[in-house]
């Protein structure tokens, strides 16, 4: 018998090799930082006992060393061990939805890492390192954790198998680098609730990416610029770009062939949502809300659902339908200079010549006659589609940085007088304009460059005329000689051309000094401007339209000053109504003096006799002018002024009578006065009547009145319940920096625009953050400043538009009396977000009081068809004659709500009244007829 040979050292070795790879027994060095993992969390895994971590359920291993970690909704708190990267074969690492805190160790180099959940924890930083090395990296998910500020590594620029990079709520910072857009496999990109900054890379154009989320950025700036990049990204599913500062215009999307989700509202984006936007067959949701969009309301198909705020834009209409012809030109020159926010905030509507801002009309308000854009800072190109705007008389471009050619075919526009390009960058030939046209094209270095800098002096032998045919062209201003031809000696081309220069040039000192004059009129008021004239022409300034605005206001008030007495009262006789001022008689005291009741011929009307102070004796003359163009001010929400009487130290105004006070009693003192609560319709029907008010202030024909101290207080209401603004046309009456002192102190503090307090510039835009207060006090039934609640609440601005950013929050801030309705709770949020669009810091961002208009009265009545019946009162009876159906809807009208034919129909009598403001209107000939002596 042979003996057993004894087991070899060799045999031993690979049985045991064999013995460990198999068993998954874990190397000592995987072991030892598993084990440390172990120790730091808290409660370690019931499972985790026993020596070999592989054993353990949540980890699994090949060949001993770890693959997987997996951890995911455990309940687990503590934090993770600094040399978790010993792991050198880790694959999958997932820790999500636990409570882990500390620092994030360092993954550099795990080289074969695929796989990385660390959401919904509590981590507080990530190194920097973090991703060095990872090359295979496929998913990373940071999601939700309070990271100190951290900026997305250029490591990960080395991660080319990355598919999907989630780190939305995790405090990065930056902006979004370039290499996203390179990553040859990134699918998902989920970026929302940082604060990055910066715009969209334009390598996204090549890249694959479907899913980008990146919105709602808590930076102050957040993501900005244009999205144009997106029109090429032909892979996208969803995007959502929401609560953001992105610009410009929506791109032609029509490539993005599956996209079914595009998140664009409450960005800045402008022009005109492209046609091709409503092809998209993959689309199904769509916001668009609180932008700065513009031309027709969106046509999309039923498929598709829609912000309920899309209307929050600048749109011509509320409903789909083409705009008037005149909206689409002025769109197109809007394009040409890349839509800029002045022009996307100021043009909405359907009506250019309802007080639309750089633009004028013919007396009939149809037709478009001057254009002034003068310094308003345009870059972009002149559009040719100016041309049709076949009425226009007077374009003037002035000190912009326009670049390109004059557009040839305005030199077809047939009554076309003044061309104005002066100071820009223009280049290119002068198109030939007919004689009477005069053309500006000083300070275009690059307009008419065949003629010699030396003033023209084109040699007679040098055959061919120059083609800039205003000898001018590099003088002040000239009248191009249509394209006639000068030969003539150099003598004589010399002389005419030094002519020309001269008149030119003092031509041009007329209209500068001249503008100058107007400009002063036309300032905001400083101190020594108290008390002026009040009529402030909103036209741009310089420009030939505020010219001639200021000389008819200047010449309108010398004429009222002389026809005033027709409107003043004596003393004697407002002593008798008021039964000598009797406390008695006391409706209320505002910033200006105290009201009384008073009975006059019948009528009952209010008396305010102003504390002697506010009226500085420096300004009466212009006071007495003013006041006589107020009392011609007539709106259906204007409280009417009446007249006034000035004698010696006493100033008194007479208004008509509103016999249910102000709003300020309805909204915050109503059980004090005995009142019922305001309804959410009641309420919205003011808001409405306020801003049309407003809005009627704001365009008054051509010119406007700012009414600088909207608050509750001088909101007053009709037995009706329908509101009238009170007090417009006064505070620059007052003392230099008087008012603003006591006004403040009055409580009027809450409702002034920020710019206004810090500069004492005020534009309408003041007007309108003062109204976007009223609508919060509407909805919370809050004062603009309350001291009773505690200090984050007692500025109603700040407080609310802090609830604004957190919809979720919107219940809780409306007013409890309210109990709203799914439905009345919709109309209670298009109305809180009008309120924080209407107070934005940038007063260009805040949208104009027509657009408040635009949004509210849709909400205050949806139309809906009617059925012919005979009980109801504004039903169309076919058998009635329009006389009788005339004196109907007349009956009717106030008394019941008015459909939106008829109140234009109101509205454009009263417009067409004011307009020809030397002859009283209406209720005013009732009183020229009184003997009120
Ligand atoms: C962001 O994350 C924090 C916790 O880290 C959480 O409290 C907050 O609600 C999250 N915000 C959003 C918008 O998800
Ligand atoms: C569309 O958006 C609404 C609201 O954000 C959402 O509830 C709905 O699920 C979305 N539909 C699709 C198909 O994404
Ligand atoms: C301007 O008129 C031309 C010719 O009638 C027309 O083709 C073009 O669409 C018009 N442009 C605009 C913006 O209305
Ligand atoms: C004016 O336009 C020319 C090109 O036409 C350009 O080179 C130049 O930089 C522009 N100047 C200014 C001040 O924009």
Redesign the pocket.
Known sequence: MRERKPISPLYLFIFLFFFFSLSHSATPGDTTVIQKLAGLLSPTPSTWTGSDPCQWSGISCNGGQVQSISLASKSLSGSLPSDLNQLSSLISLSLQNNTLSGPLPSLSNLSNLQEVYLDSNQFTSIPPNFFSGLTSLQTFSVNQNPLLPWVIPNDLSAANSLTTFYASNASVTGSIPDFFGTLPSLQSLRLSYNNLTGGLPLSFATSGIQNLWLNNQQSDAKLSGPIGVLGSMTQLL?VWLHSNSFSGPIPDLSKCTSL??L?LRDNRLVGIVPNSLYSISSL??V?LGNNMLQGPYPSFSSRV?IDKSMGINNFCNVNPGPCDPRVMVLLSVEEGFGYPSNLANAWSGNDPCKAWSFVSCDTEGKSITVLNLANQHLVGTISPAIANLTSLKSLILSNNNLTGSIPDSLTSLPQLQTLDVSNNNLSGNLPVFGGNVTVKTVGNLFIGINLTPSGGQTTPGSNGPSPASNSGGNTNSSSSSGGRRVWLPIVIVAVILCLIVVLGLSYFKYRQSSQKKFKQINSPLNGSEMGKIGLVGMNGNGGITSEKHSEISSGRSEMQLVGAGSMSFSIHDLRQVTNNFSGDNILGRGGFGVVYKGELGGTKIAVKRMESAVISNKGMGEFQAEIAVLTKVRHRHLVALLGYCVEGNEKLLVYEYMPQGTLSQHLFEYKDNGYDALSWKQRLIIALDVARGVEYLHSLAQESFIHRDLKPSNVLLGDDMRAKVSDFGLVKHAPDGKFSVETRLAGTFGYLAPEYCATGRVTTKADVYSFGVILMELVTGRKALDDSQPDDRTHLVTWFRRVLINKDNMMKAVDPILNPDEETFASICKVAELAGHCTVREPYQRPDMSHAVNILSPLVEEWKPTQFDEEDGLGTDFQMSLPQALQRWQDNEGTSMTSDMLYSHQRSLENTQSSIPTKPAGFADTFDSMDCR
């Open positions: 969803q079914f989700d998140q199904v949701n916001s659902t």
